[in-house]
């Protein structure tokens, strides 16, 4: 189980687990960490885009991501960091730990996932397109 105490020691991780995995991960993960990671805006934003990310995207990343983000989850309930994700941190840390095979605390089941909460669709992959359908085309230039 990753537990963080203080957000260096989140971001640390998130930030180490970025470089280490950059290549592999799907790109609209990549675009979203990676002006946070390189730009060194706030630490703060970056475990809430990690973990959401994550999150939503966690049966296309290793189970090294969703321990990681379970981590910083439980932190951002902790320190009330964007008013606990609406909340859902707790239940997304559950998710998480789940998914990403850790086990159960003895005689305490993990949460079904379909209890799990929806992630939000910004943090998403982007649909692709149907199969057989073009792709929209591209905005015309300014004049």
């Known amino acids: 189980m ?12 998130v ?7 950059e290549a592999d991960l799907p790109e609209h993960i990549t675009k979203r960490l990676q002006t946070h ?19 939503a995207n966690r049966k296309a990343l290793p189970a090294e991501a969703s321990l990681i983000a379970a981590g910083t989850a439980d932190l951002i309930n902790r320190m ?5 994700l609406e909340g859902r941190a ?5 998710a998480m730990r789940r998914d990403g095979g850790e086990k159960a ?6 949460p079904k996932a379909d209890a799990d909460p929806a992630p ?6 982007p649909a692709e397109p149907e199969e057989g359908t073009a792709p929209p085309p ?6």
């Open 105 to 110: 605390a003895t005689g305490v089941p993990w």
């Open 15 to 21: 930030r180490r687990f970025f470089y280490q995995n």
């Open 2 to 13: 990753r537990q963080f105490v203080e957000i260096g020691e989140a971001a640390n991780a």
């Open 80 to 84: 009330g960091y964007h008013d606990r």
């Open 90 to 94: 707790p239940a997304m840390s559950l």
């Open 138 to 143: 591209a905005p015309a230039p300014a004049p």
């Open 37 to 55: 990671v390189e730009q060194g805006g706030s630490p703060v934003d970056l475990i809430v885009n990690f973990t959401e990310s994550v999150y």
């Open 120 to 125: 939000k669709g910004e943090f998403e992959a």
